[in-house]
């Protein structure tokens, strides 16, 4: 259960699509921006099949 979701990079502040794998319920996961590659930290909420929340912050 993969849903699009979209991100802003807290460093540089660009906007790219990432993917969350929704079926692993909440969960926190580090991941370097497209553009910057520097770590960002993602905080998901979500339930299976629906994104709720994404918090993002420099990891």
Request: aromatic share 4%; glycine share 6%; with cysteine.
């Amino acid at each position: 259960m993969i849903q699009e979701v979209e991100i802003e990079c807290p460093y540089c502040g660009a906007v790219y699509t990432s993917t969350v794998d929704t079926s692993e319920g909440d969960h926190s996961t580090i991941e370097d921006c497209t553009v910057c590659c520097r770590p960002i930290q993602l905080l998901v909420t979500c339930t299976p099949g629906q994104v709720d929340d994404v918090q993002v912050s420099r990891a």
